[in-house]
Nanobody, 124 residues
Framework: QVQLVESGGGLVQAGGSLSLSCVAS????????MGWFRQAPGKEREFVAA???????SYGNSVKGRFSISRDNAVNTVYLQMNSLKPEDTAVYYC??????????????????WGQGTQVTVSS
């Protein structure tokens, strides 16, 4: 089992920035794919970004060029730097671990462990 705890969400004005963190504990591994997803009320869970063991990254189309994912395996933490935020970025952001996959999947069903989520609200 892997436990994930997100932090860093909050309220920000459009055009602003926020940085999210996710700390993993338990049976962690630097081999695991780590990802960020988000879900707005009434909408499906949406892929935001993923990062592999060697730092390879993938982003959802709606966040490319604005968000950046990184990881620090020494402290079992993955980060999401969000810049140029828009009201449509408002959602609960979830950290996830893909313990079995070896590629950067954008399908939330491929991820095995999830955090509790952190709310990000962008005001216009």
């Amino acid at each position: 089992q892997v436990q994930l705890v997100e932090s860093g969400g909050g309220l920000v004005q459009a055009g602003g920035s926020l940085s999210l963190s996710c700390v993993a504990s338990g049976r962690t591994s630097s081999r695991y794919v780590m990802g960020w997803f988000r879900q707005a009320p009434g909408k499906e869970r949406e892929f935001v970004a993923a990062i592999g063991r060697f730092g390879d990254t993938s982003y959802g189309n709606s966040v490319k060029g604005r968000f950046s994912i990184s990881r620090d395996n020494a402290v079992n933490t993955v980060y999401l730097q969000m810049n140029s935020l828009k009201p449509e970025d408002t959602a609960v952001y979830y950290c996830a671990v893909g313990a079995v996959i070896s590629y950067l999947s954008d399908d939330y069903r491929r991820y095995d462990f999830w955090g509790q989520g952190t709310q990000v609200t962008v005001s216009s």
